[in-house]
């Protein structure tokens, strides 16, 4: 048997067997076979020199495999493009007996491709002497070419014998946090860390290509992209026929490295009975970028043409304990007082993009779904806000796990929703969904501790779960009100619209009542010209007599296909159409919604910014003439494009309606009521009592 062990270094315990062994790790003479029991091996990978050619340009990118009893118990990191790589790389084993020799696999990493063979060798374990610490050369050889010069492997390695409770206080941390990449552990050197195996989680969102290389004959691609971190990999869905193409994936690899690591990212053109064409390839250095924050990178493809745009995220793993959140919160005075400066009235023209600043407080949660079967979670959190996303560490075997994570974002858009899902992490598939909750930056009490009932992930009703948190919001009205006025910020990551009968039946009623509302003011206006009420018809005819009406006739023109298609082909465009009906009924009804909404003060903010701005246009109107106010609104329309050309083309009054929620968005927002007995005062008296 085989332990990961996190300890660095070796303990001083009695010496067993004073055999001596030369640098070349075979003794000097014939050692009988080391008595059963546990043993701690700590090996040094130094370094390699003289290492074969595997790439075209004469170099090699080198990483060693160790394994044990055809398990894999280490693995290096990768040094790009050198034939005499210097690791200085430390993993510490824990072996129940050494009659299994360590062997030891060099392999030339090759990205989108199978990995090269460059050559392997074996330390016998049985022929160390203990607690005296060695230097070992290994030469390299391939069973199929003996004769072969593939260079040389240099260790230091010492071999411990461990007993008793250090030996069984040993394997309850090595067990304890045993998980799908449990081998990569290995790496880890602290075994009074408290934190997970891993050291973070790298967080990757692929956006969109532009401008590929065209592969086929066509002039167009089949592109999909490859991510490899270690021995990690990912692939991405095949966009058919395009260079521009959309992927809207989000997916997350784990950190085992402190300094981080290199992410190869290759492109790749599907081409059905042969061999995929390549297309290029880059990397991201994951060194080079901060922790707890969303980079949004435009990556050029390498050996090929166009680019990759990219959302990546590094969240450490590490846990933070709830009398240091102090030490990271908004409790601390100055750095509240500085906060407060940087979003006071007095900087409204400082940065306006930069709105506000959000901490969110992941505490813990309470009675969680099980999703195991052993009737327990491994649950873990991710925190998004529109296109930032932050993930906490996981807590294993555990319905009431506790985070004490403090996250921090910079708000761009005040009526933004914050979003805290939970999820059971799953080894063999992806994670499986606990519960989810939305608020409303408008609508979070600042400071307070708060319990949370989760949803399910139509955010409809309750599920099984509460969690606890405590958020912070400190922004600039005015740049809010501002902000306002600019189109939305796109979510890349959105869940695809399927068709459903119960959707398709509610978009039709919301749309209906909407229709309503618009037919009864029509029989409105038409009573005013019945005379059934002859004042309210003298005000109409006046009304009527000063409007100018204005006339205009679009041609519509549709495009028919006149190939045939097939049933299946027929089927779903069946399918797309009742889909966009779906949305076009959604969107209509939003529409009406929001405007009622409006008049309703669902959200106060935004009402009041209403309010503001018709008297600021009134009084504007007072002291100038409208046609002044018309020929500047549109100078500025029509020199827009030359003053920036990258500006968006928007509506003011559509942007201002996008931030007022639907009804269907009010109920998704609004919070449900916790079980008295989840309050925390009510926690704290049971915790005293």
Known sequence: MLYSCKLKGACNLPVICNKKINTAGTSNADVPLAEPGMYQLDITLRRGQSLAARDRGGTSDPYVKFKIGRKEVFRSKIIHKNLNPVWEEKACLLVDHLREPLYIKVFDYDFGLQDDFMGSAFLDLTQLELNRPTDVTLTLK????????????????????????????????????????????????????????????????????????????????????????GHQKYKSKIMPKTLNPQWREQFDFHLYEERGGIIDITAWDKDAGKRDDFIGRCQIDLSALSREQTHKLELQLEEGEGHLVLLVTLTASATVSISDLSVNSLEDRKEREEILKRYSPLRIFHNLKDVGFLQVKVIRAEGLMAADVT???????????????????????????????????????????????????????????????????????????KAYVLKNKQLTGPTKGVIYLEIDVIFNAVKASLRTLIPKEQKYIEEENRLSKQLLLRNFIRTKRCV??????????????????????????VVVEDMLEDEEEEDDKDDKDSEKKGFINKIYAIQEVCISVQNILDEVASFG?????????????????????????????????????????????????????????????????????SDVQVVQYQELKPDPSHSPCKRKKNNLG
Not at 522 to 541: E, G, I, Q
Not at 614 to 637: D, H, M, Q, S
Request: glycine share 4%.
């Open 142 to 229: 391939d069973p199929h070419y003996p004769d072969h010069d593939l260079g040389i492997i240099l260790l230091s390695v010492i071999l411990t014998p461990k007993e008793g409770e250090h030996v069984t206080m040993l394997m309850r941390k090595s067990w304890k946090r045993s998980s799908k990449f449990q081998t990569q552990s290995l790496r880890l050197s602290d075994v009074h860390r408290k934190s997970h195996l891993w050291r973070g989680i790298v967080s990757i969102t692929l956006i969109e290509g532009r401008d590929l290389k065209a592969m086929d004959s066509n002039g167009l691609s089949d592109p999909y992209v490859k991510f490899r971190l």
């Open 375 to 449: 009737g327990k979670s491994d649950p873990f959190c991710v925190v998004e806000l529109n296109n930032d996303r932050l993930l906490t560490h996981t807590v294993y075997k555990n319905l009431n796990p506790e985070w004490n994570k403090v996250f921090t974002f910079n708000i761009k858009d005040i009526h933004s929703v914050l979003e805290v899902t939970v999820y059971d992490e799953d080894r063999d598939r992806s994670a499986d969904f606990l519960g989810k909750v939305a608020i409303p930056l408008l609508s979070i009490q600042n400071g307070e501790q």
């Open 516 to 541: 309503m509302v618009l037919v009864n003011a029509a029989y409105y206006v038409n009573s005013c010209f019945d005379w059934d009420s002859p004042p309210r018809s003298l005000a109409a005819f």
């Open 593 to 661: 919604e929001r405007i009622k909404n409006t008049f309703n003060w669902t959200v106060p903010f935004l009402s009041w910014l209403a309010i503001v701005a018709l008297c600021a246009f009134t009084v504007i109107l007072y002291f100038i003439p409208l046609r002044y106010i018309v020929l500047v609104w549109g100078i500025n329309k029509f020199t827009k494009k030359l003053r920036n050309p990258y500006a968006i083309d928007n509506n003011e009054l559509l942007d201002f309606l996008s931030r007022v929620p």
